[in-house]
């Protein structure tokens, strides 16, 4: 790959992510991955933090995941589940 202004190195959230607001501020971006295919074994993901939401649903994202989500709370005797949506 030659010729792109930044060139990032996983594609995963994060690098998806940096990618997209680099691209809608106009820079020329590639994204590498290691892997050969998008398929995973497991998620390593347990949730989203309440600025990941913010930010999602900046970029239109969050309206979906309100609809598909359950609300969970940490506390000293673990976490327990409030329910579906956000609040």
Same mark, same amino acid.
């Given at each position: 790959?030659? %010729?792109?202004? +930044?060139?990032?190195? $996983? %594609? !995963?959230?994060?690098?998806?992510?940096?990618? $997209?607001?680099?691209?809608?501020?106009? +820079?020329?971006?590639?994204? +590498?991955?290691?892997?050969?295919?998008?398929?995973?074994?497991?998620?390593? *993901? !347990? $949730?989203?933090?309440?600025?990941?939401?913010? +930010?999602?649903?900046?970029? !239109?994202?969050?309206?979906? *995941? &309100?609809? &598909?989500? &359950?609300?969970?709370?940490? %506390?000293?005797? $673990?976490?327990?589940?409030?329910?579906? !949506?956000? *609040?």
């Amino acid at each position: 790959m030659t %010729g792109h202004a +930044v060139l990032i190195a $996983g %594609g !995963g959230p994060t690098g998806l992510m940096l990618a $997209g607001e680099l691209a809608l501020a106009g +820079v020329d971006v590639a994204v +590498v991955e290691r892997r050969a295919s998008q398929e995973l074994e497991s998620s390593r *993901a !347990g $949730g989203l933090h309440s600025r990941t939401i913010e +930010v999602l649903d900046q970029r !239109g994202f969050n309206l979906f *995941a &309100r609809h &598909r989500s &359950r609300r969970m709370i940490r %506390g000293p005797r $673990g976490d327990r589940d409030t329910g579906s !949506g956000l *609040a």
